[in-house]
């Protein structure tokens, strides 16, 4: 079997490095975990989203029609995993536009709808969050309380959400919200458009324990939102929103991070003496960096497979939820593998002068305990992997 990609493919990935390597400055780091919506850092990151739009990028495999290039799923692949690589910024406007909320605005969104939004997107004019989790309901999103009662040819709109990470740029929002409070949970959630610029609508920032500021909070009081921005039918956007979940968790992301910082303890083992000889020396440092490596490539396998089956026409559900669990755990067990590499002086973080590599596995550190909870916990995924691809029964 030829795990190799095609000539052309290949051609592909090579225009993207030699692109980046004029575009990126000279002293990009592409280890840093800084926020790109940052003050300091969005104006940046708001100029590589042009570039990457100028070449026809940013919606690579979307139909001409909205803006795309019709392109195939693998070569699209091959852009996120580079762009993930070397920590590009500006790749999805925001959090989500390109990921999901384009991908399922051509499935489930009205000829308007994908007019309106779609061209934009690709133009790189518009910056996109989801509002999806609140307070009381995060894993459980089913059980999400924000309510938009039917008002002549307006929702209107109230309540909360939580870690809505780029709602403080985010032009437009992706909301679920509650439109029949009678019906089972599952059943009586709506998805809408939102312009984040419609009176009412309040954001307060929120820093994690890494320093950044990627998360908010975001109040709706008597926000009206107009019925054609409706996506799906009402009551049904549970089953759209489940589509989205499912371009969210296909991505390749985590490996091409994972093998981005392995690189670097690698060399950092390399260069670096404990008792006398390179710490690439010692079996218990070199096993672990092997599995953490073998793991990386597993992960990248689960998410080609993924892209293969969108190629296909096919919906992978279950194996959308395996690459997500699988890639995030990864994240947290290279993370813990740095640490311990690193010893005492891993918890040394960014601006200190003595911090191994700059820092930044303690911040990777900090920050991947959420990813195992953001879109979707890994308990979520287990449920999905054990009932929609084992076909096991509920308890």
């Not at 989203?49 to 979307?62: F, H, R």
């Not at 093998?259 to 003496?273: G, M």
Request: proline share 5%.
């Amino acid at each position: 079997m030829d795990f190799r990609f095609g000539e052309a493919e290949e051609a592909f990935r090579g225009e993207l490095l030699d692109f980046l390597d004029q575009e990126l400055p000279d002293d990009w780091d592409a280890l840093a975990q800084t926020s790109p919506f940052s003050d300091g850092n969005f104006p940046f990151t708001k100029e590589m989203s042009s570039k990457l739009a100028g070449k026809g990028w940013l919606t690579l495999a979307w139909p001409e029609d909205y803006g795309g290039q019709g392109r195939s799923h693998m070569e699209q692949l091959i852009y996120r995993e580079e762009m993930t690589y070397r920590n590009v910024p500006g790749t999805d406007l925001g959090v989500g536009a390109i990921s999901w909320v384009g991908p399922t605005l051509m499935l489930a969104g009205t000829e308007e709808q994908r007019r309106e939004h779609l061209p934009p997107m690709a133009r790189a004019e518009r910056y996109w969050c989801t509002l999806y989790s609140e307070p009381g309901s995060g894993s459980d999103l089913a059980s999400l309380q924000t309510q938009a009662v039917r008002d002549g040819d307006d929702y209107v709109v109230n309540g909360s959400k939580i870690w809505t990470s780029a709602g403080h740029i985010a032009d437009w929002g992706w909301l679920a919200a509650r439109t029949d409070n009678d019906a089972p949970k599952h059943r009586g959630i709506s998805l809408f458009l939102l312009d984040m610029k419609t009176p009412g609508v309040s954001v307060r920032p929120i820093y994690n324990m890494a320093g950044s500021h990627e998360f908010n909070e975001v109040f709706f009081d008597n926000v009206r939102v107009p019925k054609r921005n409706l996506v799906g039918e009402e009551n049904r956007g549970w089953y759209t929103l489940a589509v989205a979940l499912d371009f969210e968790r296909s991505g390749v992301g985590y490996s091409a991070s994972a093998r981005r910082t392995l690189e670097a303890l690698t060399e950092y083992a390399r260069q670096t003496e404990r008792n006398g000889r390179p710490l690439a020396e010692d079996p218990v440092v070199r096993v672990k960096l092997a599995r953490r490596s073998l793991e990386a490539e597993i992960s990248r396998g689960m998410s080609y497979r993924v892209a293969w089956m969108q190629s296909q026409g096919m919906v992978p559900n279950a194996e959308a939820s395996m690459s997500k669990l699988f890639g995030t755990e990864l994240t947290q067990r290279v993370a813990d593998t740095g640490m311990e590499m690193l010893g005492l002086a891993g918890q040394l973080g960014v601006g200190s002068k003595w911090a191994p590599l700059e820092g930044h596995v303690q911040r990777l550190s900090l920050a991947s305990v959420s990813s195992t909870i953001a879109a979707g916990a890994s308990e979520i995924q287990r449920n999905i992997i054990a009932t929609r691809g084992l076909g096991l029964p509920r308890a």
